[in-house]
């Protein structure tokens, strides 16, 4: 994975991954490890939105809002 990558960069090569990984047309050797890229995507794509989620919080707390909190969708 390229250091330099956009998040949407990662979105776009993790939904190609998980594309090919529900296409079932892939020997399991190459499944596992296009799955094991696909977590590197994933936690990549994590920790770009923890890290936008806290310094949105930062701005919004600086400019006075104190009881501005994200909350992360729990919906199944």
Same mark, same amino acid.
């Given at each position: ?5 956009? !998040?949407? +960069? ?25 799955? +094991? ?6 936690? !990549? ?29 729990? +919906?199944?």
């Amino acid at each position: 994975m390229k250091e330099n990558m956009t !998040f949407e +960069q990662a979105i776009n090569e993790l939904e190609k991954i998980v594309g090919r990984l529900e296409s079932g047309d892939i020997p399991l050797e190459e499944a596992l490890s296009i799955y +094991q890229k696909g977590m590197e995507y994933s936690k !990549f794509c994590h920790d770009r939105l923890k890290n936008a989620e806290e310094q949105l919080t930062k701005v919004l707390t600086d400019h006075g809002e104190e009881d501005f909190h994200l909350q992360e969708e729990e +919906q199944e």
